[in-house]
């Protein structure tokens, strides 16, 4: 392991390290804390070099703050913590020496903060106190996030700059190392401690730095770092086979990314520390100035002070560049970027349409090798096509949630005598749902209800949906029965002007997509559906077909329920709960709307008095699957309802809602519609 030394510039020498294993539990952190005090006892006794410059304090604050990295990382991550622990030697004169402790968990997911949390923000984000402490007590401190682990560390210097301190170590510190070893204690840990020749993290000044060791850096050794004491290897092959083990990991940590922010975020933190020490983004926005994305230091003390200096100075890559890796000069501020360096800007581009910019540097380089040049702009190119993806899905769940809400009810209506609950969860963000329910007065003391599934969803299940929802309204409202209703529902839906309306909107959100985004090959990234797939059919054999359940509710009189009327056409059974718990289905199933002309529906009328429930759902809820079995399968969805005597409509709702949730571990994987109507 070879972490910065003051700044980050220089080369630096591991004189002992030593490294353990400790298992997710209660006794990590203290296990941890003895780990470290042994390590320390252990160098100073075999007199490693810079180990007698380690004081009391030094070392009480390395334990302090190692105890609260693993309890951070047990608590939070739940997984097993390795601890590494080196004495760092700058071959720079005057330059301490340096402890570096490093804390690493199997839970890269959970984004390391320092800053406490928001009074609002839920539990699984709350935390980051002991990150604060090390921020105020470590010299610098920094994470890395590799595909499987994520790591915490932190650097402290174990002499005042200036002459040694004297005395080194106290007796103390070495009287309670040697108590510590002496406790009569089952040790969970199986620690390796290394000496001045070997051990994790040993390291060796990089060959070939030019005179005085400073300046260059040839590019193998930034692409493909040798580990530990094992000799750098200068052959093209071995270059290669890091640059592309680099862009596959890139490649498999970017893919799927459908939130810009977090692909720049994850850009950041692939670059840093491996190819750089520090790397900025900019987004292009089309109605302002760019956008700072993401700033990454690795020393993440200097992120604010490198933000701060970065959007006074953003750069402007001449636009002749498209997508090359130009020189770009190191900034002037020492206290964001550290001393001086090498620094690039590249431009993110897609599909040949510039994204933002991406600017990074190493210190103490005069230029970026050639290798790591082609490097990062290979890797720009994939952050670019991210980016672009991440745009396009962003646009449709735009156009999608703009859609849901323009056909749904604003507010579902009160009936008088019936209280009414409905639970709506269409699947996915990036297509309007097929689903759609709807209350609503259709004069004389009446009130309707609708429950409909389109077949399919997009922009086709939307038309369909705009179409029909206003279409049921205006019948019901010209004074025609449940059945009649649907007759004439159902040959609307056979005319052509239908077909064609549903077909037009296929294409016009296809075409939106495509000229917000770019050519269609990027969109393939997001979602294979999206552009020439299932998703987005342009034209030809679009379904129109609908399962619906409609009914009338007309109030008897104060005490005396309510009497309903209903049909299905191709829709799950509604079911109706008694206060004794007894369930019953009401209605006959129908063939679904859309597919056969001439036929004609019936209705069934029955009352609901005082106390009894109807629920109504689509097949989200009964066709729900874990494994083989379905959750209405053996009458479930019934059973789950005779449960709910005696609750309200929302208590139901939930109650229902809760069953079809616990019934797999899988979400449904359909939309999920449900509506519920007691009698009061």
């Given at each position: 392991m070879v972490l910065p030394v003051g700044g980050g510039v220089g080369p630096v020498r591991t004189s002992a390290s030593a490294r353990v294993s400790l298992p997710c539990s209660p006794l990590a952190a203290s296990a941890a804390r003895r780990f470290v005090r042994a390590a320390l006892a252990d160098w100073a006794a075999l007199e490693v070099p810079a180990a007698d410059r380690v004081t009391d304090q030094v070392a009480d604050e390395a334990v302090l703050l190692v105890s609260e990295l693993v309890t951070n990382a047990v608590v939070h991550a739940g997984t097993a913590v390795e601890v590494s622990c080196a004495l760092d030697v700058s071959d720079r004169e005057g330059?301490?020496?340096?402890?570096?402790?490093?804390?690493?968990?199997?839970?890269?997911?959970?984004?390391?903060?320092?800053?406490?949390?928001?009074?609002?923000?839920?539990?699984?984000y709350a935390g980051g106190h002991g990150l604060r402490l090390v921020a105020e007590i470590a010299e610098s401190w920094g994470t890395t996030y590799r595909r499987a682990t994520k790591s915490v560390w932190f650097q402290m210097a174990v002499a005042p700059t200036g002459p040694a301190a004297a005395g080194g170590m106290g007796s103390a510190f070495m009287d309670a190392a040697a108590a510590m070893d002496a406790m009569d204690a089952v040790d969970p840990v199986n620690a390796t401690a290394a000496g001045p020749d070997g051990g994790f993290g040993a390291g060796v000044a990089p060959e070939g730095l030019g005179p005085g060791g400073e300046g260059r850096k040839e590019g193998i050794e930034i692409v493909a770092p040798a580990q530990g004491l094992v000799p750098v290897r200068r052959d093209p092959e071995w270059t290669q086979r890091g640059a592309l083990a680099f862009l596959a990991e890139a490649s498999d940590l970017l893919a799927g990314q459908f939130d810009e922010d977090m692909v720049t975020s994850l850009a950041g933190q692939l670059l840093v520390p491996r190819l750089a020490d520090w790397c900025a983004i900019w987004l292009d926005s089309t109605s302002g100035p760019p956008r700072l994305a993401r700033v990454w230091h690795a020393s993440e003390g200097r992120i604010e002070g490198l933000r701060q200096v970065l959007e006074k100075e953003p750069p402007h890559v001449p636009t002749a560049v498209r997508g090359s890796a130009v020189e770009w000069p190191w900034p002037a501020d020492p206290a964001a970027y550290g001393p001086g360096g090498a620094a690039l800007a590249c431009r993110l581009v897609a599909g040949g349409r510039a994204l933002?910019?991406?600017?990074?540097?190493?210190?103490?380089?005069?230029?970026m090798p050639a290798e790591v040049v082609g490097l990062i702009e290979d890797f720009a190119r994939r952050v670019a096509l991210a980016l672009a993806s991440a745009r396009r899905y962003t646009r449709q769940a735009t156009i999608s949630r703009v859609l849901q809400r323009g056909l749904l009810p604003s507010v579902i209506p009160r009936i008088p005598g019936v209280e009414s609950a409905v639970v709506y969860e269409p699947t996915g963000e990036i297509s309007a749902g097929g689903d759609f329910y709807d209350v609503f007065p259709a004069g004389d003391g009446r009130w309707c209800f609708v429950l409909g599934d389109v077949c399919g969803n997009g922009p086709e299940a939307a038309v369909v949906t705009g179409l029909v929802r206003p279409w049921l309204r205006?019948?019901?409202?010209?004074?025609?029965?449940?059945?009649e209703v649907l007759d004439r529902l159902n040959q609307l839906l056979g005319e052509e002007a239908v077909e064609q309306a549903v077909e037009g909107a296929a294409e016009a959100v296809v075409a939106g997509v495509e000229a917000v985004g770019g050519p269609a090959g990027v969109v393939e990234l997001v979602d294979g559906g999206l552009v020439g797939g299932a998703g987005l059919p342009p034209g030809g054999g679009v379904a129109r077909f609908l399962s619906l359940l409609y009914g009338e509710l007309e109030p008897l009189g104060d005490g005396l329920g309510v009497r309903c009327t209903l049909a299905s056409a191709g829709h799950p059974l509604p079911l109706v709960l008694r206060p004794d718990g007894e369930v019953r289905t009401v209605a006959a199933p129908q063939i679904l709307l859309g597919v056969v002309d001439d036929v004609s529906y019936e209705s069934e009328s029955f009352d609901l008095t005082p106390g009894e429930t109807l629920l109504c759902v689509t097949d989200g809820v009964t066709e729900h699957r874990s494994g083989d079995r379905q959750f209405d399968d053996e009458d479930g969805l019934a059973a789950a309802f005779a449960l709910c005597a005696g609750l309200s409509a929302r208590q139901v709702a939930e109650r229902v809602r809760r069953a079809v949730d616990e019934f797999a571990a899988e979400p449904p994987d359909d939309d999920l519609a449900m509506l519920v109507l007691k009698v009061l």
């Amino acid at each position: 392991m070879v972490l910065p030394v003051g700044g980050g510039v220089g080369p630096v020498r591991t004189s002992a390290s030593a490294r353990v294993s400790l298992p997710c539990s209660p006794l990590a952190a203290s296990a941890a804390r003895r780990f470290v005090r042994a390590a320390l006892a252990d160098w100073a006794a075999l007199e490693v070099p810079a180990a007698d410059r380690v004081t009391d304090q030094v070392a009480d604050e390395a334990v302090l703050l190692v105890s609260e990295l693993v309890t951070n990382a047990v608590v939070h991550a739940g997984t097993a913590v390795e601890v590494s622990c080196a004495l760092d030697v700058s071959d720079r004169e005057g330059e301490p020496p340096s402890l570096v402790v490093e804390v690493t968990d199997h839970h890269p997911t959970r984004v390391v903060r320092g800053d406490p949390p928001d009074a609002d923000e839920p539990p699984e984000y709350a935390g980051g106190h002991g990150l604060r402490l090390v921020a105020e007590i470590a010299e610098s401190w920094g994470t890395t996030y590799r595909r499987a682990t994520k790591s915490v560390w932190f650097q402290m210097a174990v002499a005042p700059t200036g002459p040694a301190a004297a005395g080194g170590m106290g007796s103390a510190f070495m009287d309670a190392a040697a108590a510590m070893d002496a406790m009569d204690a089952v040790d969970p840990v199986n620690a390796t401690a290394a000496g001045p020749d070997g051990g994790f993290g040993a390291g060796v000044a990089p060959e070939g730095l030019g005179p005085g060791g400073e300046g260059r850096k040839e590019g193998i050794e930034i692409v493909a770092p040798a580990q530990g004491l094992v000799p750098v290897r200068r052959d093209p092959e071995w270059t290669q086979r890091g640059a592309l083990a680099f862009l596959a990991e890139a490649s498999d940590l970017l893919a799927g990314q459908f939130d810009e922010d977090m692909v720049t975020s994850l850009a950041g933190q692939l670059l840093v520390p491996r190819l750089a020490d520090w790397c900025a983004i900019w987004l292009d926005s089309t109605s302002g100035p760019p956008r700072l994305a993401r700033v990454w230091h690795a020393s993440e003390g200097r992120i604010e002070g490198l933000r701060q200096v970065l959007e006074k100075e953003p750069p402007h890559v001449p636009t002749a560049v498209r997508g090359s890796a130009v020189e770009w000069p190191w900034p002037a501020d020492p206290a964001a970027y550290g001393p001086g360096g090498a620094a690039l800007a590249c431009r993110l581009v897609a599909g040949g349409r510039a994204l933002g910019t991406l600017l990074l540097g190493r210190a103490g380089l005069v230029r970026m090798p050639a290798e790591v040049v082609g490097l990062i702009e290979d890797f720009a190119r994939r952050v670019a096509l991210a980016l672009a993806s991440a745009r396009r899905y962003t646009r449709q769940a735009t156009i999608s949630r703009v859609l849901q809400r323009g056909l749904l009810p604003s507010v579902i209506p009160r009936i008088p005598g019936v209280e009414s609950a409905v639970v709506y969860e269409p699947t996915g963000e990036i297509s309007a749902g097929g689903d759609f329910y709807d209350v609503f007065p259709a004069g004389d003391g009446r009130w309707c209800f609708v429950l409909g599934d389109v077949c399919g969803n997009g922009p086709e299940a939307a038309v369909v949906t705009g179409l029909v929802r206003p279409w049921l309204r205006l019948l019901a409202r010209e004074g025609y029965g449940v059945g009649e209703v649907l007759d004439r529902l159902n040959q609307l839906l056979g005319e052509e002007a239908v077909e064609q309306a549903v077909e037009g909107a296929a294409e016009a959100v296809v075409a939106g997509v495509e000229a917000v985004g770019g050519p269609a090959g990027v969109v393939e990234l997001v979602d294979g559906g999206l552009v020439g797939g299932a998703g987005l059919p342009p034209g030809g054999g679009v379904a129109r077909f609908l399962s619906l359940l409609y009914g009338e509710l007309e109030p008897l009189g104060d005490g005396l329920g309510v009497r309903c009327t209903l049909a299905s056409a191709g829709h799950p059974l509604p079911l109706v709960l008694r206060p004794d718990g007894e369930v019953r289905t009401v209605a006959a199933p129908q063939i679904l709307l859309g597919v056969v002309d001439d036929v004609s529906y019936e209705s069934e009328s029955f009352d609901l008095t005082p106390g009894e429930t109807l629920l109504c759902v689509t097949d989200g809820v009964t066709e729900h699957r874990s494994g083989d079995r379905q959750f209405d399968d053996e009458d479930g969805l019934a059973a789950a309802f005779a449960l709910c005597a005696g609750l309200s409509a929302r208590q139901v709702a939930e109650r229902v809602r809760r069953a079809v949730d616990e019934f797999a571990a899988e979400p449904p994987d359909d939309d999920l519609a449900m509506l519920v109507l007691k009698v009061l």
